[in-house]
């Protein structure tokens, strides 16, 4: 073989074995159940905002007794064993025999949610044998509101097998994913509030500074406008006083003091000015 072609040889290999690689890294993602035409944003929305949970395993240990003891495995949009292209998004473990089944697959997943919860269904798992009249087995994962925690308490609640159809086992945990936006915007009255203070501040700062460094104001006269704070407050303690008073303005006082009409006339009017000069 030429150089050429022995490079051009080494150079397709390389290539093919990068794809490869680019493949298996690529985990595959949740698939909402139906063509990908007929998701709404609010599906997609809900999945991306389950993205910060994807790189998380969760694992809870079930017993029963000697022969019913799983280990169920839990990811978030994700295979638990990408190795095997399963699609397996949550799988049941016999702990005895090793033996592993497929509870849910992520590439037939069913998303919504409310106020503070996420349900997530993961559809299609391997088939019940005598239970649920032999129909695939489905994942229904409740994730509820708890703030400050990325994800806890992964725990099995239920298995619902005993009924003809519509099987489910479910499953619950936190996470503050699953809670609302919280509303950092300021009310009307609080923007007023804030307005009015920060105005006050300035004028009381600025008025200061001018009447100190421009004016040359000294003690009570550098407050800004004294005058005129003076004048209103004097008013308002007359208008205090006008309205709090308790008993008329013109009342008599309780106590009069002696006075020069209750000593009564002199004995003798003073008629000096008729003596002779």
């Given at each position: 073989m030429s150089p050429p072609c022995h490079t051009s040889a080494l150079l397709l290999v390389f290539v093919a074995l990068a794809v490869a690689?680019?493949?298996?890294?690529?985990?595959?993602s949740c698939d909402v159940v139906?063509?990908?035409?007929?998701?709404?944003?609010?599906?997609?929305?809900?999945?991306?905002?389950?993205?910060?949970l994807s790189h998380m395993r969760f694992n809870v240990t079930v017993e029963k007794g000697k022969t019913e003891n799983y280990i169920y495995s839990?990811?978030?949009?994700?295979?638990i064993n990408s190795t095997l292209h399963d699609?397996?998004?949550?799988?049941q473990t016999n702990i005895q025999s090793g033996k592993t089944t497929v509870i849910g697959r992520i590439n037939?997943?069913?998303?919504?949610?409310?106020?503070?919860?996420?349900?997530?269904?993961?559809?299609?798992?391997?088939?019940?044998?005598?239970?649920?009249?032999?129909?695939?087995?489905?994942?229904?994962?409740?994730?509820s509101c708890k703030r400050g925690v990325t994800a806890s308490s992964f725990s099995i609640i239920s298995e619902e097998r005993e009924k003809e159809?519509?099987?489910f086992y479910l499953f619950e945990m936190d996470s503050s994913?699953?809670?609302?936006?919280?509303?950092?915007?300021?009310s009307v009255g609080s923007i007023l509030l804030i307005t009015f203070v920060s105005l006050i501040a300035v004028y009381i700062i600025g008025g200061f500074l001018y009447q100190r460094l421009v004016v040359g104001a000294k003690g009570m006269e550098q407050i800004p406008h004294f005058a005129f704070w003076q004048d209103l407050g004097n008013l308002v303690a007359d208008g205090c006083d006008?309205?709090?008073?308790?008993?008329?303005?013109?009342?008599?006082?309780?106590?009069r003091g002696v006075g020069d009409d209750q000593l009564g006339e002199e004995s003798e009017e003073r008629d000096d000015h008729l003596l002779p000069m």
């Open positions: 690689g680019a493949e298996k890294s690529e985990e595959r139906g063509d990908e035409s007929s998701e709404s944003q609010m599906e997609r929305a809900l999945l991306k905002k389950l993205e910060p839990f990811r978030v949009c994700r295979e699609f397996g998004g949550l799988v037939e997943t069913q998303v919504f949610n409310g106020s503070d919860w996420i349900m997530l269904i993961y559809k299609g798992g391997d088939s019940y044998g005598s239970h649920c009249s032999g129909e695939k087995r489905r994942a229904v994962i409740m994730i159809q519509e099987c994913v699953a809670c609302p936006a919280e509303n950092s915007h300021l006008f309205v709090c008073r308790s008993k008329p303005r013109n009342a008599p006082a309780t106590y």
